[in-house]
């Protein structure tokens, strides 16, 4: 009884089930070192202000780091009975220090304080997750480079439709990405205000300094009202947001290279080290990891449900209910890590069959839009070009032959327009080679896009 933090109010010891009902260390123990770094700049602030002594405060401070070392070294373990990390650094403070120790939560409250812990962790994953999506899109760009030429078929409704280099579909998830760290920086960028001081939700009466603790702690300023300080959780939100969006990313990418490997496509084969095989038909080797990456898409979606729905009714300010922002956050971080770290080494290690590429794009008519061109660029209109290429299709697929193997008599049997110089006009090296239009699959275009995308990257980073 005599430890429980409240007993001065309670008369009897909360139920062992309740207690670990409302127990969260499990999960925020992780956060001790912001927490810690959080106490620091907080004991630094009351010393500062007079609010505790300078010795006291020294002492708190040189406590703190301590237990961060203790706990970094694995001498001091977390106490999974404690409520949380908050109570736990506490505590463990205290048994140091004894009552120098007791002064460190004065003008503080456990939800000011899960705010500003919370906000310093996820700036660091921010940063880490960026780093991991920034290899990301160089492997891509390096592979783009080595592609400017690997003519494939683009598709719409999954159906053949025109031809495009592999650099060019690369490239496209390039710009997904790089949007992608945009919004992971404005989500930094907007998170990076600073709740300590708030209190429980009325601030304080002492007399403290919050752009101090704020500077100390790298935020831009301190929150501008502490009721919003406490029970503000926006930016989980729209992390996992960014992060799900990722994740959408990550999934479609793995959805075509799941079609890629399999012997309808076979446009590419995964690295042994990045397949499995099967327990019972020995000729498998399957893409695992690409199909994970999608099936985690909808947990990480799940995450952000989870955070949407815990705070739609929620009242001003804090409410326990918010605890459950951290396994939420937390495991959309997670697996958005685990993904990322794992897809850039399959993809950077994944062979091309560029050749299958090409044999694909040479059957399925990508050209028909091309022959039609080569009319109109005579002076048919463009309806009229589209009808005849469609019935000299029909035709191709009649007699099975394609267009490139059709003969004149039968073009010029349809409309004089056509030439002998039809052929090159619809070979695919002309049909990639001339669709240069900016942003277009030209080898020229590509090369240019991915000027730019370096430049977009650099722009993020500098
Ligand atoms: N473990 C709590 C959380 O994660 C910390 C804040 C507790 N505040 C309170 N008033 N019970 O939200």
């Known amino acids: 009884m005599a430890d429980m933090m409240w007993a001065g109010r309670f008369s009897k010891q909360v139920d062992a089930g309740v207690n670990a009902f409302n127990s969260s260390i499990a999960f925020d123990g992780r956060m001790y070192r912001h927490d810690i770094q959080g106490s620091i700049a907080h004991a630094t602030m009351l010393g500062d202000c007079g609010i505790i002594t300078k010795e006291d405060s020294l002492e708190i401070i040189a406590g703190l780091k301590e237990i961060l070392a203790d706990i970094d070294s694995g001498k001091l373990e977390l106490d999974p009975n404690a409520e949380d990390i908050h109570m736990f650094v506490e505590a463990e403070l205290t048994k140091r220090l004894g009552d120098v120790g007791k002064r460190l939560h004065t003008s503080r409250s456990r939800n000011d304080q899960v705010a500003v812990d919370l906000r310093l962790y996820l700036r660091d994953e921010i940063a880490q997750i960026q780093e991991l999506v920034v290899e990301l899109i160089k492997t891509l760009i390096g592979m783009a480079k080595e592609h400017t030429e690997t003519i494939m078929p683009g598709y719409t409704h999954l159906q053949r439709a025109q031809p495009i280099t592999f650099a060019h579909h690369l490239m496209a998830y390039v710009w997904m990405l790089l949007r992608d760290i945009e ?37 831009t300023a301190p929150m501008a009202n502490s009721l919003d300080g406490v029970s503000d959780r926006d930016y989980c939100v729209e992390l996992n947001c960014a992060l799900s969006l990722l994740m959408t990313h990550l999934s479609r990418f793995s959805e075509e290279i799941i ?51 815990m705070m739609k009714g929620l009242p001003l300010a804090y409410n326990k209910d918010m605890q459950e922002d951290k396994e939420a956050i937390f495991d959309a971080v997670d697996n958005v890590k685990l993904c990322v770290k794992t897809f850039t080494p399959m993809l950077s290690t994944m062979r091309v069959l560029k050749d299958n590429m090409r044999n694909a794009a040479a059957k399925g008519f990508i050209n028909a839009t091309d022959c039609a061109d080569y009319l ?46 039809v052929y090159e006009a619809i070979s695919l090296d002309t049909c990639v080679r001339e669709r240069k239009s900016e942003g277009g699959p030209s080898p020229e275009a590509v090369k240019e896009q991915i000027a730019l995308a370096e430049t977009r990257l650099g722009e993020l980073l500098a």
């Open 259 to 309: 079609l890629w490997c399999s012997w309808e496509f076979k446009f590419v084969e995964l690295d042994d080290a990045f397949a499995t095989g099967s327990s019972i038909m020995p000729q498998k080797k399957n893409p695992d990891v690409t199909e994970l990456i999608r099936g985690k898409t909808g947990r990480v979606n799940g995450d952000l449900m989870t955070l949407l729905t």
């Open 376 to 421: 109109v660029k005579k002076g048919m209109p463009f309806r009229d070009a589209y009808k005849i290429t469609g019935t000299l299709v029909a035709k191709c697929i009649e007699k099975g032959l394609t267009l490139e193997t059709l003969p004149i008599e039968e073009y010029k049997a349809m409309t004089d327009t056509f030439d002998n110089d």
């Open 183 to 219: 919004r992971l920086q404005d989500t930094a960028k907007r998170m990076n205000y600073c709740p300590l001081g708030s209190g429980a939700l009325a601030g304080t009466t002492y007399k403290t300094n919050r752009k101090q603790t704020s500077d100390l702690l790298g935020f």
